[in-house]
């Protein structure tokens, strides 16, 4: 608006100089002569002004527009529109198998695929289950190919320590053999097969009495005394971690100890355990704190030992 305005006063300004200019061209008084001087002097500098706050408002106008089109594509946006490379990456895997569109539940199976799907086992198994087709298909591909990675693992692990029996070498096949054992890839059988191989290595270093300033991981012992169990093998699994309750003052060996007594309802060493924790001088984490007040607050109903014979 008053950028028309200015515009039309520059051409009713320059209209009006033209017409006045040929008024005194065609009057031949000299008494107009000191005219022509104001004309060639003073009224191009008054035009040049009107131009530049013509120019001046014209920038307040333009910095207005701008300001305003900041708000535009907003009001343009579908208040639930969602951006797709997003979602993967703040939304877990298993709410996108869940809710998401087949586009998007695709797009998140293929970006594990084609990177670290290790860490997905999980949430890949559950894809098997999915009604397309092709979201199955790219979980049943990473399973597999997870699967063929451990196997190498363990396969090229275990000639370097037969070749190189080292310490190190011997906790790196370890490492290999818990991830692989714990990833929840493995069939029943299989499972077996390796939780028996891990525990003749843990075996074997646990003469050693390694602890973490050794390379030692402490859920490596805690693993085999529960392996023990599961492979049937009780007595083994009670002995082992009665030697690490002996050789080991640390959480992961008391918190072992509970749970394997738990499984085999023996009530008077889950209780002696519990006061072994309590004349301890480790210190508990957060999380193995709010347990332990949990199993003296109330002890647990332990199941009898003939059910667990069963």
Aim: glycine residues 4%; neutral net charge; proline residues 3%.
């Amino acid at each position: 608006m008053a950028r028309d305005i200015f515009l039309w006063i520059l051409i009713l300004y320059y209209g009006g100089l033209f017409v006045f200019g040929i008024f005194i061209l065609f009057t031949k008084r000299k008494t107009f002569l000191w005219m022509n001087w104001i004309i060639a002097l003073l009224l191009p500098i008054a035009g040049l002004g009107i131009l530049w706050l013509m120019r001046k408002q014209f920038r307040v106008e333009m910095k207005s527009a701008e300001f305003l089109t900041e708000f535009v594509p907003e009001q343009n946006k579908s208040l639930f529109y969602g951006d797709r490379k997003q979602d993967l990456l703040v939304t877990s895997l298993t709410d996108i198998l869940l809710f998401e569109d087949v586009a998007t539940r695709r797009d998140a199976v293929m970006k594990i695929f084609s990177g670290d799907s290790m860490q997905y086992v999980k949430e890949l198994k559950k894809a098997l289950a999915d009604p397309d087709t092709e979201v199955s298909h790219y979980a049943s591909s990473a399973l597999t190919e997870i699967k063929r990675k451990f196997d190498n693992s363990v396969i090229e692990m275990g000639k370097l320590v037969t070749e190189e029996p080292s310490q190190q070498n011997q906790l790196l096949f370890a490492k290999t053999l818990y991830d692989y054992i714990e990833s929840g890839i493995l069939d029943p059988a299989n499972r077996k097969k390796y939780q028996r191989q891990f525990c003749h290595l843990i075996l074997k270093l646990f003469e050693l009495r390694l602890v973490p300033s050794d390379g030692m991981n402490m859920n490596y012992y805690k693993a085999t005394a529960l392996y023990l169990y599961d492979l049937g093998q009780k007595n083994e699994a009670m002995s082992f971690i009665a030697d690490c309750l002996t050789s080991f003052d640390d959480e992961v060996i008391y918190f072992a100890a509970l749970e394997l007594y738990y499984l085999l309802g023996e009530r008077t060493l889950f209780q002696q355990t519990i006061q072994r924790i309590r004349l301890s001088r480790t210190s508990l984490s957060p999380e193995k704190l709010a347990s332990f007040r949990y199993f003296i607050g109330a002890t647990p109903s332990l199941p009898s030992k003939e059910v667990v014979r069963r």
